[in-house]
Nanobody, 125 residues
Framework: QVQLVESGGGLVQAGGALRLSCAAS????????MGWFRQAPGKEREFLGA????????NYADSVQGRLTISRDIAKDTMYLQMNGLQTGDTANYYC??????????????????WGQGTQVTVSS
């Protein structure tokens, strides 16, 4: 098992930027892919993107392509989500997740075996 803790959420004005962090602990050596998801009230959980933990390759959902950047620091066991040009529609609880299988690459939620508790991002107009 791995434990994940997100941080960096908060209140930001539209057009602003935030960087979220996801700190991992536990059996991180088994990590193959890490992903970011979000869920707004009354909506389904949405896949934002994923990163190959060892090769650093990234994959993004079409809806956020160009505005979000996922990176990781293996030495710190931490993944990041840089969000630019935030819009009110980006208001949601943001979660990171860990997977040991390749099917997680396209955001299949069931492929992720560990989840963080989430960090709230609120974008004001």
């Amino acid at each position: 098992q791995v434990q994940l803790v997100e941080s960096g959420g908060g209140l930001v004005q539209a057009g602003g930027a935030l960087r979220l962090s996801c700190a991992a602990s536990g059996d991180t050596f088994r990590t193959f892919i890490m992903g970011w998801f979000r869920q707004a009230p009354g909506k389904e959980r949405e896949f934002l993107g994923a990163i190959g933990w060892h090769n650093g390759n990234t994959n993004y959902a079409d809806s956020v392509q160009g505005r979000l950047t996922i990176s990781r620091d293996i030495a710190k066991d931490t993944m990041y989500l840089q969000m630019n040009g935030l819009q009110t529609g980006d208001t949601a609880n943001y979660y990171c997740a860990r997977s040991k299988v390749s099917t997680a690459w396209y955001g299949t939620s069931s492929s992720y075996d560990s989840w963080g508790q989430g960090t709230q991002v609120t974008v004001s107009s």
